[in-house]
């Protein structure tokens, strides 16, 4: 079904990774002062693009629900080539998923007094988020795109930042630069898109905070649904020709060697493979959310934040 297909990351030639330290959670205290302003009207912009058929029918079956992004806010964009609401609301703004329509969707909504929960589903790469016709971005031009220089802005309200994207976390850091209160993305390739749903049901209920409802959607259940497909689709191949196939009564998600052949020809670097580790665990290890900034933060403080816009 995805064969060839990296789960999370776009295919291209491998880049050295930064190594930068991750920082574990912390807890960064807002201190409102007199020059500080609370926005009141909630918004969502949400971000789906993948360009390859299979993964897209991979996240339908991961039953990816997009209403999380939609329903309950004052304003709701959602950038995707096509959507049919089958929830409470449709979206405010339904726009194409392209590089230029999200930054200056991101920064309309800021300029318009909404703090804003930003939700990204697209391919992704350390320090790159792709995008239609072979656009990038990275770190540096979502910091520049939205400067004080070009938007106004000192920073912008963004409550919050849920990276489905492979090596989301490389972009961790640039959102709590540019304002955002707290946010996550996975440590290398995501191969989990469907534990999204559970964590939005959980932040969503209002006093879950946002690491918990990470922790929630964690679940043995989202796991093994999404180590089956893997496993399913190493099996399916039968005469694999760059990975040695697995003996009769193991699998790729085991500890013998043909798991680790298959994941570095389909997956993942050689130096992100853990040795010593089944398939299924690193799976788990690479997939595992990096969260940061205020992450006891819950939707239903959202009064108590301010930024110095």
């Known amino acids: 079904?995805?064969?060839?297909?990296?789960?999370?990351?776009?295919?291209i030639e491998k880049k050295p990774e930064v190594k930068a330290i991750i920082p574990k959670e912390k807890i960064v205290k807002n201190v409102p002062s007199r020059d500080k302003k609370a926005p009141t009207k909630s918004a969502s912009i949400a971000l789906f693009y993948f360009d390859d058929s299979?993964?897209?029918?991979?996240?339908?079956?991961?039953?990816v629900n997009l209403q999380h992004c939609i329903d309950g806010y004052s304003k709701s964009v959602l950038l995707k080539e096509d959507f049919k609401s089958v929830g409470q609301t449709s979206p405010t703004v339904l726009k194409k998923p392209n590089k230029?329509?999200?930054l200056g969707q991101l920064i309309e909504?800021?300029?318009?007094?909404y703090y804003i929960d930003v939700y990204i589903?697209?391919?992704g790469n350390t320090d790159m988020i792709f995008f239609g016709n072979n656009l990038v971005l990275t770190?540096?031009?979502?910091?520049d795109a939205v400067s004080k220089e070009k938007t106004g802005l000192n920073e912008l309200p963004i409550r919050m930042v849920y990276q489905m994207n492979c090596y989301g976390r490389s972009f961790n850091q640039t959102w709590l630069s540019i304002g955002a209160?707290?946010?996550?993305?996975?440590?290398?390739?995501?191969?989990?898109?469907n534990q999204f749903n559970k964590f939005a049901s959980e932040w969503h209920s209002g006093n879950k905070s946002f690491t918990k409802s990470l922790q929630a959607s964690n679940t043995e259940s989202s796991r093994t649904v999404m180590q089956s497909l893997i496993a399913a689709s190493a099996a399916s191949?039968?005469?694999?020709?760059?990975?040695?196939k697995c003996s009769i009564g193991n699998t790729v998600l085991g500890d013998k060697a043909c798991a680790k052949s298959y994941f570095l020809a389909r997956w993942l670097a050689a130096d992100e493979w853990q040795n010593g580790e089944s398939g299924k665990d690193n799976m788990n290890y690479s997939s595992y959310m990096y969260r940061v900034g205020q992450t006891d933060l819950t939707k239903n403080n959202a009064g108590a934040l301010s930024w110095d816009l």
Do not use: I, S
Request: glycine share 6%; net charge positive; hydrophobic share 35%.
């Open 1 to 11: 079904m995805y064969q060839n297909q990296n789960f999370m990351k776009k295919k």
């Open 54 to 63: 299979d993964f897209y029918t991979l996240v339908q079956n991961a039953q």
């Open 100 to 102: 230029a329509v999200f």
């Open 109 to 113: 909504l800021a300029q318009n007094g």
């Open 121 to 123: 589903f697209a391919h």
């Open 139 to 143: 770190p540096g031009e979502l910091a």
């Open 181 to 193: 209160k707290t946010t996550c993305g996975p440590r290398y390739v995501n191969f989990y898109p």
């Open 237 to 244: 191949e039968l005469f694999p020709k760059d990975w040695d």
